[in-house]
């Protein structure tokens, strides 16, 4: 956490952008002024259907409680979290007990919104996500959210890291089908393994089956590694590019053109997924690198927001 400054008074709005790899958060006053920040573990909306996901929220808000409050106590929280679909509860709760706030102090939606709303004003361009996940998304100018993509691992989420992780196993594995013990001659092969941590079927198999999301997802930084040396990493990546490409072509058609950012992490990956994307656009679309910090425009929401005067406080 890196702390700013400290005010006379704690009307302060505190900010989450809850991501499958990351958690972010920032502090934020009424002026704007960013106050604090700091960074969690991947968090997902769909982790609170279970006790264990639970769990790990109340550990993982204990664990951000603390240099939170030591900045400053917010009035309000603005939380963007990936595969939030509607509903407040547990999530309210779970953001704002360790907080001390009321459950009504705690605004919600998803991630990508609050990420459209770092890159673009109301009707301005398109948002490209790709991280752990994958997206594209439009607030038009009646504030309304649009969406493309973002199924999740298991319908879709093609061009993301968990996309590009599972892609490349089983591209090793039906290679090692058709030809047992042909690995060490593949670069994409030897990285995987290694971040796998060994190179039989067992395992592939603990890793995948252990894993969550996220960490699978990280499996595409061994992709990217092999790339320079290994023209079947290289081209899984271009696939991936072509299918981002897919999620931001549907916006233009659908609603004209307009910028495009492109922000996550598979962006920082490879260029080669960028240049197929790119590539993939209709021509004469602008498009733009966004370094998000979404985290901050949900902090200075948080702190704009009409409860921020005092109300939310829990007893």
């Given at each position: 956490?890196?702390?700013?400054?400290?005010?006379?008074?704690?009307?302060?709005?505190?900010?989450?952008?809850?991501?499958?790899?990351?958690?972010?958060?920032?502090?934020?006053?009424?002026?704007?002024?960013?106050?604090?920040?700091?960074?969690?573990?991947?968090?997902?909306?769909?982790?609170?259907?279970?006790?264990?996901?639970?769990?790990?929220?109340?550990?993982?808000?204990?664990?951000?409680?603390?240099?939170?409050?030591?900045?400053?106590?917010?009035?309000?929280?603005?939380?963007?979290?990936?595969?939030?679909?509607?509903?407040?509860?547990?999530?309210?709760?779970?953001?704002?007990?360790?907080?001390?706030?009321?459950?009504?102090?705690?605004?919600?939606?998803?991630?990508?919104?609050?990420?459209?709303?770092?890159?673009?004003?109301?009707?301005?361009?398109?948002?490209?996500?790709?991280?752990?996940?994958?997206?594209?998304?439009?607030?038009?100018?009646?504030?309304?959210?649009?969406?493309?993509?973002?199924?999740?691992?298991?319908?879709?989420?093609?061009?993301?890291?968990?996309?590009?992780?599972?892609?490349?196993?089983?591209?090793?594995?039906?290679?090692?089908?058709?030809?047992?013990?042909?690995?060490?001659?593949?670069?994409?092969?030897?990285?995987?393994?290694?971040?796998?941590?060994?190179?039989?079927?067992?395992?592939?198999?603990?890793?995948?089956?252990?894993?969550?999301?996220?960490?699978?997802?990280?499996?595409?930084?061994?992709?990217?590694?092999?790339?320079?040396?290994?023209?079947?990493?290289?081209?899984?990546?271009?696939?991936?590019?072509?299918?981002?490409?897919?999620?931001?072509?549907?916006?233009?058609?659908?609603?004209?053109?307009?910028?495009?950012?492109?922000?996550?992490?598979?962006?920082?990956?490879?260029?080669?997924?960028?240049?197929?994307?790119?590539?993939?656009?209709?021509?004469?679309?602008?498009?733009?690198?966004?370094?998000?910090?979404?985290?901050?425009?949900?902090?200075?929401?948080?702190?704009?927001?009409?409860?921020?005067?005092?109300a939310g406080v829990a007893s």
């Open positions: 956490m890196a702390a700013s400054s400290r005010q006379s008074r704690s009307a302060w709005g505190l900010g989450i952008d809850a991501g499958g790899t990351r958690t972010r958060w920032a502090l934020a006053s009424t002026s704007g002024e960013l106050v604090a920040e700091g960074s969690l573990p991947g968090l997902s909306a769909l982790q609170v259907t279970t006790r264990a996901g639970q769990q790990a929220w109340r550990e993982a808000l204990g664990a951000m409680a603390g240099p939170v409050l030591a900045a400053g106590r917010p009035l309000r929280v603005h939380a963007g979290i990936t595969g939030y679909g509607g509903g407040r509860e547990p999530l309210a709760a779970l953001i704002g007990t360790p907080l001390g706030l009321a459950a009504d102090a705690i605004t919600l939606c998803s991630d990508v919104e609050i990420g459209c709303l770092d890159a673009f004003g109301p009707g301005e361009g398109y948002l490209l996500h790709a991280g752990t996940g994958a997206i594209a998304a439009y607030i038009d100018a009646q504030g309304q959210l649009h969406r493309v993509g973002g199924r999740g691992s298991i319908v879709d989420d093609a061009g993301s890291g968990y996309w590009i992780a599972r892609r490349a196993l089983r591209t090793i594995w039906r290679r090692e089908d058709e030809a047992p013990g042909a690995w060490p001659q593949s670069a994409l092969a030897r990285e995987v393994f290694e971040h796998v941590g060994g190179t039989h079927w067992d395992d592939s198999r603990a890793f995948v089956y252990g894993a969550d999301r996220g960490e699978i997802g990280k499996l595409a930084l061994a992709v990217a590694a092999a790339a320079a040396t290994d023209p079947v990493a290289l081209q899984l990546l271009q696939q991936a590019g072509h299918e981002l490409a897919r999620l931001a072509h549907i916006l233009v058609q659908r609603f004209g053109p307009r910028p495009v950012a492109l922000a996550g992490r598979v962006f920082d990956l490879h260029p080669a997924i960028e240049q197929a994307c790119r590539a993939g656009l209709p021509r004469g679309v602008a498009v733009q690198r966004r370094h998000s910090q979404a985290q901050r425009t949900a902090a200075r929401l948080a702190a704009r927001a009409p409860a921020a005067a005092g």
